[in-house]
């Protein structure tokens, strides 16, 4: 019982750490963007990949140019295996994955 209590406690915090450290880097990166390119950042998306040992991480974040058209801009990170959840790990196992609605749930939350 008390093993099952600390199983789920690390895995809790894992997951809580995995979400801050994602977060973290996606406000860095639209920050970084909107000083760059002078510009508001209307939206991202957040893509996760198994990459041999490690998985990447990739957000696209869409803007507007000063003629008014679209742009994208892709920021990418490299994250070990240990930092990524089970359940994203199981979903980034066979290809890219998006988990921009895990993220959004989780700023809601």
Same mark, same amino acid.
């Given at each position: 019982?008390?093993?099952?209590?600390?199983?789920? #406690?690390? *895995? =809790?915090?894992?997951?809580?750490?995995?979400?801050?450290?994602?977060?973290?880097?996606?406000? +860095?990166?639209?920050?970084? =963007?909107?000083?760059?390119?002078?510009?508001?950042?209307?939206?991202?998306?957040?893509?996760?990949?198994?990459? #041999?040992?490690?998985? +990447?991480?990739?957000?696209?974040?869409?803007?507007?140019?000063?003629? #008014?058209?679209?742009?994208?801009?892709?920021?990418?990170?490299?994250?070990?295996?240990?930092?990524?959840?089970?359940? =994203? +790990?199981? +979903?980034?196992?066979?290809?890219?994955?998006?988990?921009?609605?895990?993220?959004? *749930?989780?700023?809601? *939350?």
């Amino acid at each position: 019982m008390i093993l099952a209590a600390l199983l789920i #406690g690390a *895995a =809790i915090w894992g997951l809580a750490h995995f979400w801050k450290d994602i977060i973290g880097f996606m406000q +860095r990166a639209i920050e970084k =963007i909107k000083v760059l390119y002078n510009t508001i950042v209307y939206g991202s998306k957040v893509f996760i990949k198994k990459m #041999g040992e490690v998985y +990447r991480e990739t957000c696209k974040h869409y803007s507007k140019n000063r003629m #008014g058209q679209w742009q994208e801009t892709i920021t990418t990170k490299e994250i070990s295996e240990n930092e990524v959840p089970k359940e =994203i +790990r199981e +979903r980034a196992y066979y290809g890219e994955t998006e988990i921009t609605e895990e993220i959004e *749930a989780e700023l809601t *939350a």
